[in-house]
């Protein structure tokens, strides 16, 4: 089973519209847990990272939530944009090991005029 | 531009070929790592540098991968005997701490590799 879980694992929203991706994890202990977006055939560009102690990180209209109690963290996209069309893949830092990262699959997000 | 260069961007190759991907990471940093990913996953993990010591590599690294970070700078991914399950990007990523410091760590835009 993959220690990071990301649902829903594709959407589809109106340019303008907000949308919510989610992100739980089991990994534990963790030191950080970064948000990530990947245009297709792109490599993966960082939108937030945020430590355990964190509840809220913004980065222009992303906004990502993390409660570390119930292990689950939320990108908020705020008035999307078409160029917003992309994946968007959560990472959780291992506690343990130098280079450990944790990936999910990604919400796949297309943004439709 | 993360400032992470990988060349070269795509390549096919036919099967039982070898191929060799480079990586330039950013100048100052010296942690070093390599991913691959297919479609619809997220990255998998193949093998770390910290300066030019290979620190770790993953078991999906098979004896035919071989990596090499010779002056702890540039960056070399060699496949050799390529399979069709090989077909993957290959992705580099460089930081300057490890992923519990917090800081960022900077993909390149990856290595497109079809084995035909």
């Known amino acids: 089973k993959n220690q990071v879980e990301q649902s829903p694992q594709s959407l589809i929203i109106l340019e303008g519209k907000n949308c919510t991706l989610q992100?739980?994890?089991?990994?534990?202990?963790?030191?950080?847990l970064r948000w990530y977006k990947q245009d297709t055939g792109r490599g993966p560009v960082s939108l937030t990272i945020?430590?355990?102690?964190?509840n809220t990180k913004s980065n222009g209209r992303y906004t990502a939530t993390l409660d570390a109690d119930t292990k689950q963290s939320s990108l908020h996209i705020t008035a999307s944009q078409l160029s917003d069309s992309a994946s968007y893949i959560c990472?959780?830092?291992?506690?343990?090991?130098?280079?450990?990262?944790?990936f999910g699959k990604g919400n796949q997000v297309v943004v439709i005029p | 531009d993360t400032g992470v260069s990988q060349d070269p961007r795509h390549k096919i190759t036919k099967r039982g070929q070898n191929v060799t991907f480079r990586c330039d990471p950013i100048?100052?940093?010296?942690?070093l790592y390599w991913y691959r990913q297919t479609l619809g996953q997220g990255p998998e993990f193949l093998t770390y540098?910290?300066?030019?010591?290979?620190?770790?590599k993953s078991r999906l690294l098979s004896d035919r991968f071989s990596a090499e970070r010779p002056k702890g700078s540039f960056s070399t991914l060699e496949i050799q005997r390529t399979e069709q399950g090989d077909s993957a990007m290959y992705l580099c990523?460089?930081?300057?701490?490890?992923?519990?410091?917090?800081?960022?760590?900077?993909f390149g835009e990856g290595s497109w590799l079809t084995v035909v």
């Open positions: 100048s100052e940093h010296n942690r």
């Open positions: 990472v959780v830092s291992l506690v343990y090991g130098n280079n450990r990262l944790a």
């Open positions: 990523a460089s930081s300057s701490f490890g992923p519990r410091d917090g800081n960022t760590i900077y």
């Open positions: 992100c739980n994890y089991t990994v534990s202990p963790f030191s950080n």
């Open positions: 945020m430590t355990f102690s964190e």
């Open positions: 540098f910290q300066n030019e010591a290979q620190l770790e």
